[in-house]
T-cell receptor, first 116, second 115 residues
């Protein structure tokens, strides 16, 4: 079975500072993908970053980087130089392999508030 | 980039009526579509997985007779909430993908309010 855990319901960060959003996962699939999505108040799901289970290097996309620690089963999102527009809900998600019917499941989310 | 169109974006209906939500992939063939439900301040909960041409696979606890899913073509999947009740009021969002390891693309969601 797949499981995604986000233990931080809410986080504050000062504008221009970096922030780390935690995510741990569990799966029996040997191959899987880890995602982070941003959901503003309007509701749309905005894809931020992806990490494959076999990727050797941590993924980076602009100000977003994923701290992937496979042995610890963690995939934390790091946002550098926070901006006011980063205030939103952030969801960690995992897509399993064949054993999990390639489903994409989500963690409970972290609400990030960037303070000016 | 790939686009998924979800319609309507919001709907208000009376208790007991049925509501159909459409999810279309505009520029790719979606072999698989996922339907999620999101209650306020909660996460997205997977309701069902829909593969083109076959019956949907529902997650545990989701009533398949209440939430009818049809994936009749490679570009369209529909979710029909039958005999809607106020507790069905929620945000419904679909996502679509082509090959199993291809990216997932999300619709913008449908906010359903049942009065």
């Amino acid at each position: 079975a797949q499981k995604i855990t986000q233990t931080q319901p809410g986080m504050f960060v000062q504008e221009k500072e970096a922030v780390t959003l935690d995510c741990t996962y569990d799966t029996s699939d040997p191959s899987y993908g880890l995602f982070w999505y941003k959901q503003p108040s309007s509701g749309e799901m905005i894809f931020l970053i992806y990490q494959g289970s076999y990727d050797q290097q941590n993924a980076t996309e602009g100000r977003y980087s994923l701290n992937f620690q496979k042995a610890r089963k963690s995939a934390n999102l790091v946002i550098s130089a926070s901006q006011l527009g980063d205030s939103a809900m952030y969801f960690c998600a995992m897509r399993g392999g064949w054993d999990s019917s390639y489903k994409l499941i989500f963690g409970s989310g972290t609400r990030l508030l960037v303070r000016p | 980039g790939a686009v998924v169109s979800q319609h309507p974006s919001w709907v208000i209906c009376k208790s007991g009526t049925s509501v159909k939500i459409e999810c279309r992939s505009l520029d790719f063939q979606a072999t698989t579509m996922f339907w999620y439900r999101q209650f306020p301040k909660q996460s997205l909960m997977l309701m069902a997985t829909s593969n083109e041409g076959s019956k949907a696979t529902y997650e545990q606890g989701v009533e398949k007779d209440k939430f009818l899913i049809n994936h009749a073509s490679l570009t369209l999947s529909t979710l029909t909430v039958t005999s809607a009740h106020p507790e069905d009021s929620s945000f419904y969002i679909c996502s679509a993908t082509g090959q199993p390891n291809s990216p997932l693309h999300f619709g913008n969601g449908t906010r359903l309010t049942v009065t």
